[in-house]
T-cell receptor
Framework: GQQVMQIPQYQHVQEGEDFTTYCNSS?????IQWYKQRPGGHPVFLIQ?????EVKKQKRLTFQFGEAKKNSSLHITATQTTDVGTYFC??????????FGKGTRLSVIA | DGGITQSPKYLFRKEGQNVTLSCEQN?????MYWYRQDPGQGLRLIYY???????QKGDIAEGYSVSREKKESFPLTVTSAQKNPTAFYLC?????????????FGAGSRLTVL
């Protein structure tokens, strides 16, 4: 079945440093979504990418979808303590349910 | 406010007992989902339903059962056949699904089996 791998599993950064998490799929994806889960909370939708090579920005967050639609990345510029949490990518093909990566847990040291 | 309500938030049960987790949504979404979250394991799909009175197994359906008698409700029963039931359970919904639809999650139910 479809698998979505996400690295790194953990990332500790100093406040102000950049952060990147990577997502790779074993199959070509129809779309990829990113979610953020704060400690003790539930996943909250951040963004969806559907086009090959697509790049979207949300303030300090930049999301990319690979040309082959099999990989994606989330980059945070100048991290802040409010960025703490676990970031999940999730993708699917056609009308199948989303498959989630295991997430990258971000810690920001002030 | 529209959203998804899960109850209870915390639940403790003895081994061998069945447990039912509630999930109600007022978003008028057609599709609903149950995910299980374990530390370091991400979210794994248990069951999903695209329409009333119909549901499909996800990747880890063994030991679980669901029903979808109403559009707004998708309860999950954790049966005694589930070998490792202690986990954080998340209910989600989407406008239609699954496809490219975005998921809205409830706050979750944390089940501990003693």
């Amino acid at each position: 079945g479809q698998q979505v791998m996400q690295i790194p599993q953990y990332q500790h950064v100093q406040e102000g440093e950049d952060f990147t998490t990577y997502c790779n799929s074993s199959t070509t994806l129809s779309n990829i979504q990113w979610y953020k889960q704060r400690p003790g909370g539930h996943p909250v939708f951040l963004i969806q990418l559907v086009k090959s090579g697509e790049v979207k920005k949300q303030k300090r967050l930049t999301f990319q979808f690979g040309e082959a639609k099999k990989n994606s990345s989330l980059h945070i510029t100048a991290t802040q303590t409010t960025d703490v949490g676990t970031y999940f990518c999730a993708g699917n093909s056609g009308n199948t349910p989303l498959v989630f990566g295991k997430g990258t847990r971000l810690s920001v040291i002030a | 406010d529209g959203g998804i309500t899960q109850s209870p938030k915390y639940l403790f049960r003895k081994e061998g007992q069945n447990v039912t987790l509630s999930c109600e949504q007022n978003l008028n979404h057609d599709a609903m989902y149950w995910y299980r979250q374990d530390p370091g394991q991400g979210l794994r799909l248990i069951y999903y339903s695209q329409i009333v009175n119909d549901f499909q197994k996800g990747d880890i359906a063994e030991g679980y059962s669901v029903s979808r008698e109403k559009k707004e409700s998708f309860p999950l029963t954790v049966t005694s056949a589930q070998k490792n039931p202690t986990a954080f359970y998340l209910c989600a919904s989407s406008i239609a699904g699954p496809g490219a639809n975005v998921l809205t999650f409830g706050a979750g139910s944390r089940l501990t089996v003693l």
